[in-house]
């Protein structure tokens, strides 16, 4: 298993402004991805994020918007960038595990932003 | 264009009854098969999954049926209890690169 902590878990910003999300991880893992999702919604992929290599992003998301760091193997972080009130959301940050015939993402408990 | 989808998107289940939720998806390439279960202020956890070389799975109250040709699958809750109520997500996926597509949630209830 993997334990996952995810700062801050919440916070309040004025729009314009950009903040950066972290996730730490308690081992190495390659894959981490991050996901938005809206309060009662589903999960939707922003990106992935591999150590070493370019973040792959989703339809509809951009490096621009949503720069990401991996400058390791247990972190990450996802920045939001100039934040307009359609940016609230939860983002939620996972990690991609293998092994005894499972595909397992263990998921942080989410950082719940609000812009105003 | 959301291509998993849930039903229903709400259930209240007594407890004690069997709680059902569907799951049908369109990408035939998918060959992994969970359900995960999230609670509020929490992230999503793997609860059960299947592998498309069986058509069912239990694993205590938890079975999973998966029905290939129709592209569908579900998750049975037996005893359903208090503790159970949470949002289930399915998330069909491809085994081999850990990616996972969520399905559109159903909020179970379970009443006492």
């Avoid at chain 2, 799975?57 to 037996?78: C, D, P, W």
């Amino acid at each position: 298993s993997a334990v996952i902590s995810q700062k801050p878990s919440r916070d309040i910003c004025q729009r314009g402004t950009s903040l950066t999300i972290q996730c730490q991880v308690d081992s190495q893992v390659t894959m981490m991805f991050w996901y938005r999702q809206q309060p009662g919604q589903s999960l939707t992929l922003i990106a992935t994020a591999n150590q070493g290599s370019e973040a792959t992003y989703e339809s509809g998301f951009v490096i621009d918007k949503f720069p990401i760091s991996r400058p390791n193997l247990t972190f990450s972080t996802l920045t939001v960038s100039n934040m307009s009130p359609e940016d609230s959301s939860i983002y939620l940050c996972s990690v991609g595990y293998r092994g005894q015939g499972k595909n397992i993402q263990y998921f942080g408990a989410g950082t719940r932003l609000s812009v105003l | 264009q959301q291509q998993v989808k849930q039903s229903p998107q709400s259930l209240i289940v007594q407890k004690g009854g069997i709680s059902i939720i569907n799951c049908a998806y369109e990408n035939t390439a998918f060959d992994y098969f969970p359900w995960y279960q999230q609670f509020p202020g929490k992230g999503p956890a793997l609860l059960i999954a299947i592998r498309p070389d069986v058509s069912e799975k239990k694993e205590g109250r938890f079975t999973i049926s998966f029905n290939k040709s129709a592209k569908q699958f579900s998750l049975h809750i037996m005893d359903s209890q208090p503790g159970d109520s949470a949002t289930y997500f399915c998330a069909p996926g491809d085994f081999g690169n850990e990616k996972l597509t969520f399905g559109t949630g159903t909020r179970l209830t379970i009443i006492p």
